[in-house]
């Protein structure tokens, strides 16, 4: 009797805590009003109820994260959302790539109110690209250069131009349909394989059949190299329709069709310009005028460097920049230095010092 009290006994505590351990896993963690305001919160979600309920609701449902400045009216799930493992999949992605879950984060609120909204379009595409890694983070760290690269070989019009200074924000567009302004909220996956895992944020607009459509988007852009200059790519995008009309239009199976075949013709854009560089037809670069402005002609210089197997990391290019303009400034002149009146006490008197008239 005794053993078999003491194995009932045992178990009843290795369930304990079993139990306990589990709780603690999944503790919800508590946001304070003094960490956050709730007129933070408002001022973030630009004072939108809908807004302040989908980032609330989906933050303490899909990351057992509750603020204490939401009231009880944001907390409440959308009634048609089913916060279940699909649902919360983009949030868990993302927080595991890197993603910060701090409120004064760039982007942080902009990002996880979309994916706490109702309605949501997701969209894939996978192919190749004839490129190196190292091509590819030249090509993403010269982003205007590489537009005007693609326009001088296919008589294009795409438009890449960086916003800031890190060139984390960017706005871009292929001349015909497409263009968007983007955040760059990842170039890696937690710290590792730089530029192969890609998260954006952004602002779209598109012409597509007979819609005009604009619209909020996470993407993930994945890449690896499986052969020499040959990267396989993976474009995930995570769509926000603003009603429920959108809604069921982007989820048409001919719409997504639509969607997919413009991603591809950027993708076919980005081939046929690398072919022709590839096979040595170099007319283009001679002839565009874009091309042959003094910083393009060094990005040109500075490609063919890279292509011929130099080293080029993401992230050069604004490093090359930084160093310029510490080279370019002016010197400080160092001015004489002014004669200053010594101490008394530092002052060596001795007997010849002054002579003492009468």
Same mark, same amino acid.
């Given at each position: 009797?005794?053993?078999?009290?003491?194995?009932?006994?045992?178990?009843?505590?290795?369930?304990?805590?079993?139990?306990?351990? %589990?709780?603690?896993?999944?503790?919800?963690?508590?946001?304070?009003?003094?960490?956050?305001?709730?007129?933070?919160?408002?001022?973030?979600?630009?004072?939108?109820?809908?807004?302040?309920?989908?980032?609330?609701?989906?933050?303490?449902?899909?990351?057992? %994260?509750?603020?204490?400045?939401?009231?009880?009216?944001? !907390?409440?799930?959308?009634?048609?959302?089913?916060?279940?493992?699909?649902?919360?999949?983009?949030?868990?992605?993302?927080?595991?790539?890197?993603?910060? %879950?701090?409120?004064?984060?760039?982007?942080?609120? *902009?990002?996880?109110?979309?994916?706490?909204?109702?309605?949501?379009?997701?969209?894939?595409?996978?192919?190749?690209?004839?490129? +190196?890694?190292?091509?590819?983070?030249?090509?993403?760290?010269?982003?205007?250069?590489?537009?005007?690269?693609?326009?001088?070989?296919?008589?294009?019009?795409?438009?890449?131009?960086?916003?800031?200074?890190?060139?984390?924000?960017?706005?871009?567009?292929?001349?015909?349909?497409?263009?968007?302004?983007?955040?760059?909220? !990842?170039?890696?996956?937690?710290?590792?394989?730089?530029?192969?895992?890609?998260? $954006? $944020?952004?602002?779209?607009?598109?012409?597509?059949?007979?819609?005009?459509?604009?619209?909020?988007?996470?993407? $993930? !852009?994945?890449?690896?190299?499986?052969?020499?200059?040959? !990267?396989?790519?993976?474009?995930?995008?995570?769509?926000?329709?603003?009603?429920?009309?959108?809604?069921?239009?982007?989820?048409?199976?001919?719409?997504?069709?639509?969607?997919?075949?413009?991603?591809?013709?950027?993708?076919?854009?980005?081939?046929?310009?690398?072919?022709?560089?590839?096979?040595?037809?170099?007319?283009?670069?001679?002839?565009?005028?874009?091309?042959?402005?003094? &910083?393009?002609?060094?990005?040109?210089?500075?490609? *063919?460097?890279?292509?011929?197997?130099?080293?080029?990391?993401?992230?050069?290019? &604004?490093?090359? +920049?930084?160093?310029?303009?510490?080279?370019?400034?002016?010197?400080?002149?160092?001015?004489?230095? +002014?004669?200053? &009146?010594?101490?008394?006490?530092?002052? *060596?008197?001795?007997?010849?010092?002054?002579?003492?008239? *009468?």
């Amino acid at each position: 009797m005794q053993g078999k009290g003491f194995r009932f006994s045992f178990l009843m505590c290795v369930g304990a805590m079993v139990a306990l351990c %589990t709780s603690l896993s999944y503790a919800t963690k508590s946001i304070p009003t003094s960490e956050v305001s709730r007129h933070q919160l408002l001022m973030k979600a630009k004072n939108d109820a809908d807004n302040m309920r989908s980032f609330c609701a989906g933050m303490y449902k899909c990351l057992d %994260t509750k603020y204490e400045a939401c009231s009880e009216a944001d !907390l409440k799930p959308w009634p048609k959302v089913n916060y279940n493992e699909e649902f919360c999949a983009p949030y868990k992605e993302i927080v595991k790539r890197g993603f910060s %879950t701090d409120i004064k984060a760039p982007m942080m609120m *902009d990002v996880f109110l979309r994916l706490g909204r109702q309605y949501r379009a997701i969209y894939e595409s996978e192919g190749t690209l004839p490129l +190196e890694v190292s091509e590819i983070s030249f090509l993403f760290d010269n982003m205007p250069f590489t537009a005007d690269l693609i326009n001088a070989y296919l008589n294009s019009e795409y438009t890449l131009e960086y916003n800031s200074t890190n060139h984390r924000y960017f706005s871009g567009g292929n001349g015909h349909g497409l263009s968007g302004d983007f955040y760059w909220a !990842l170039q890696d996956s937690a710290g590792t394989k730089l530029m192969l895992r890609n998260m $954006f $944020f952004g602002y779209g607009y598109a012409q597509i059949l007979k819609w005009s459509l604009k619209g909020t988007a996470v993407a $993930f !852009l994945d890449m690896d190299l499986v052969a020499p200059r040959t !990267l396989k790519y993976k474009l995930t995008a995570v769509v926000f329709p603003g009603n429920s009309v959108l809604n069921s239009i982007m989820q048409l199976r001919v719409f997504k069709s639509v969607v997919n075949s413009k991603i591809d013709e950027v993708v076919n854009d980005i081939k046929k310009a690398a072919s022709m560089y590839y096979n040595g037809n170099r007319k283009p670069l001679k002839e565009n005028a874009k091309l042959r402005t003094p &910083e393009n002609i060094r990005h040109i210089e500075e490609f *063919d460097k890279v292509v011929a197997g130099g080293s080029w990391k993401l992230g050069d290019a &604004e490093r090359k +920049e930084r160093a310029s303009m510490e080279l370019s400034k002016p010197k400080p002149v160092a001015r004489p230095q +002014e004669p200053r &009146e010594m101490p008394a006490e530092n002052v *060596d008197f001795n007997a010849n010092t002054f002579i003492k008239k *009468d």
